[in-house]
């Protein structure tokens, strides 16, 4: 079976550094559409103070490296997506503890315990449109796969169904966060965590050499 190797996931982790970098005022002016526009910044800073500190963050093991990235981005991501996405990676680490590679049914149980972490931080629920409703359906896909072990259709599957979410929820009136207090307002526009998990993804594929083009037009823009 395929191992997914710590150089495997530092090199994740940067990647996924310069898609939200690269993307910065995009994914605000997607949270100015029903939320207060900030999401793009937030996001940045905490992700632009992991490229800092990147050659101090302790590279030991998987659980070392990615419980210091959650420190980080609780301490410098703004808003709810700080303690949001601090612990995710925080749950992660927690899974990955002395760990130098794991399966990639280590890695789906890493994302269950971080969507678990979510909603028991945030109170949200699958359909209330944020970036659970992309993540729900990516651990669906890397479960299913997870005994085959192929890494790279284990990657296209997952891409695929956080784009699809972007579409699937765009309807749908937010429940959680800033965007919540709009109303049906929110409606009819997409969430700008789902569009960012979405595109981080998007941006793995790439980066590994596996073929696929979104279909979410704000994916394909981000990802352009």
Not at 110 to 126: F, H, K, V
Not at 148 to 168: H, M, P, Q, T, Y
């Amino acid at each position: 079976m395929a191992e997914i190797s710590q150089a495997d996931i530092e090199r994740a982790i940067k990647t996924t550094c310069a898609t939200v970098l690269r993307n910065e005022h995009y994914f605000a002016d997607l949270d100015g559409l029903a939320g207060d526009g900030d999401f793009g910044t937030s996001l940045a800073t905490g992700f632009r103070q992991i490229e800092k500190e990147w050659d101090e963050i302790p590279k030991t093991d998987i659980g070392a490296m990615l419980l210091k990235i959650s420190m980080i981005v609780s301490k410098h991501v703004g808003g709810s997506s700080g303690p949001i996405w601090g612990t995710g990676f925080m749950k992660a680490a927690m899974l990955t503890r002395g760990k130098s590679e794991i399966a990639l049914q280590d890695l789906a149980q890493m994302l269950g315990s971080a969507i678990e972490g979510i909603q028991a931080r945030g109170g949200a629920q699958l359909g209330d449109k944020t970036l659970l409703d992309a993540l729900i359906p990516v651990h669906e896909k890397l479960t299913a796969q997870a005994a085959g072990g192929d890494k790279a259709a284990a990657l296209k599957d997952a891409a695929e169904a956080a784009d699809n979410a972007v579409d699937e929820t765009r309807h749908l009136v937010a429940h959680r966060g800033r965007a919540s207090q709009v109303g049906e307002r929110s409606a009819n526009t997409p969430d700008p965590g789902i569009v960012a998990i979405a595109t981080i993804l998007q941006d793995w594929c790439k980066d590994c050499g596996v073929e696929r083009t979104p279909t979410a037009p704000e994916v394909v823009k981000a990802t352009a």
